[in-house]
């Protein structure tokens, strides 16, 4: 069922499990990070300690500890484990494991904690087949994503669970994380000396991922045995680091540090490093979609009226990903990296419509003015609708003085444009298009 059951916590990893399985926390005091869900009376803690039972959505970037929680808070009270992966996991699979914790409640009063590791996967229908249990607390659901649930989870689930943020861990909590795997009879066991110079390479590495952390650590291991060296150096991190960065792309986990450079690269102007990232995420086995969609976000965000050309460019980026597929595609999505990333870059169009959005937000919205309203039904000219407003293309200019916006935002600017590029000519007009309508002549 693409996952895994056991009664209470699973059975304890083999020797030959992955240090970071074998150093999973086997109870809170084991945990890192987390202080500001994890202290005394906190919410987290409460779940764990099994005071307060309710499902949760633990939202946060890999290697923080979702997966952990969910089982500490399934070996509370001996309650029974089951994980199952939105990856692979389909309603019958679900369906079932929901009948099973409804014949295993009746027959032993015993509690069911279902964890679905990337939850955000699960389709509207995988998730609504879950709410029934989920209300009756048939089980109590332990929903891991990487993605803002309020996003990705309906709202029924959503309002039914209890939505934690988990943070990237501190450099101070990976080394903590290292130090125990180190020593730890369940880890390496003291076998190897750690250089202070590696153990800060590694904590580099983690970037806030405990299981990145652990994966490299294992892997520098791997190369002392085979080095028979008595203690992991920065020459053996090193030499690791790149097997370990390339393992983790393929796996996903360094999805997020690397689109995040794409797209800073671009924003950065530097079309060298651009392609660098592109070539990763292309190796790695990235879904050439998600590099394309990126693509059309960044043209408008960073780009803008800048090149009025670099949206059109990346949407047939995108077009050409859906109509051919890879390997074809990845040139289209070359082009569209090189022509957004030489390209002039403004921030206008994202500025100027978030301003206009936290106004909306704050209650500055006001009414329609009449002569704006619509005026094709029967009665709007009873009502004052569309009466008195004047048709632009009547003048020769296309352009005349009329109010638009409501009373409340007359004059407000949203957008300003920028001095790079196409939007150099902008900033020269749009002054002028307000003088018009405005009517300040001035």
Do not use: C, W
């Not at 009746?106 to 904690?113: A, C, M, N, P, S």
């Not at 009414?367 to 008195?388: C, E, K, M, Q, T």
């Not at 407000?412 to 590029?421: A, F, I, T």
């Amino acid at each position: 069922m693409g996952g895994e059951a056991g009664q209470g916590f699973a059975p304890e990893p083999s020797a030959t499990a992955p240090l970071a399985v074998r150093m999973r926390p086997l109870g809170l005091d084991e945990v890192v990070g987390q202080a500001h869900l994890l202290a005394a009376g906190a919410p987290l803690r409460r779940l764990v300690e099994g005071a307060a039972p309710a499902s949760v959505l633990l939202y946060g970037p890999p290697g923080t500890g979702k997966t952990t929680i969910a089982r500490l808070m399934a070996g509370h009270g001996e309650r029974h484990f089951v994980a199952l992966s939105a990856l692979s996991s389909g309603v019958k699979e679900l369906r079932a494991v929901i009948e099973e914790a409804r014949r295993r409640r009746e027959r032993t009063g015993q509690t069911t904690v279902l964890f679905i590791d990337e939850v955000h996967r699960f389709s509207k229908t995988q998730q609504d087949a879950l709410l029934g249990a989920v209300e009756d607390r048939l089980v109590l659901l332990v929903g891991a994503t990487t993605e803002n649930p309020s996003f990705s989870v309906v709202t029924p689930l959503l309002s039914r669970s209890l939505v934690l943020r988990l943070e990237s861990l501190a450099d101070d909590d990976i080394g903590v994380v290292l130090d125990r795997a180190r020593t730890d009879p369940r880890g390496l066991n003291g076998r190897f000396g750690l250089a202070e110079q590696a153990r800060e390479q590694l904590v580099r590495l983690a970037a806030g991922d405990a299981r990145r952390a652990l994966t490299a650590l294992e892997a520098a291991a791997d190369a002392a045995t085979a080095l028979a060296a008595e203690e992991i150096d920065t020459q053996i991190v090193r030499t690791v680091v790149e097997e370990a960065s390339v393992r983790y792309d393929r796996a996903g986990d360094q999805h997020y540090d690397v689109i995040s450079a794409f797209i800073k690269s671009i924003r950065g102007s530097d079309v060298d490093a651009a392609l660098h990232y592109l070539a990763r995420m292309i190796v790695a086995g990235e879904d050439p979609r998600f590099i394309a969609r990126r693509l059309m976000v960044h043209a408008s965000e960073d780009v803008g009226m800048a090149d009025p050309t670099a949206l059109p460019v990346a949407v047939a980026a995108a077009q050409t990903v859906a109509l051919i597929g890879m390997p074809e595609a990845r040139l289209a999505l070359a082009q569209a990296t090189v022509h957004l990333a030489t390209a002039p870059k403004s921030n206008a169009v994202i500025r100027a419509v978030d301003a206009a959005m936290a106004d909306v937000r704050g209650g500055a919205v006001g009414a329609v003015p009449p002569h704006l309203r619509d005026g094709h039904y029967s009665g709007a000219a009873r009502l004052g609708n569309a009466i008195g407003y004047r048709y632009p293309h009547d003048v020769p200019d296309g352009v005349l003085t009329q109010q638009y916006p409501p009373d409340e935002l007359v004059g407000r600017d949203y957008y300003q444009p920028g001095e790079h590029g196409a939007e150099r000519a902008l900033a020269e007009r749009v002054p002028k298009l307000r003088r018009v309508i405005r009517g300040d002549r001035g």
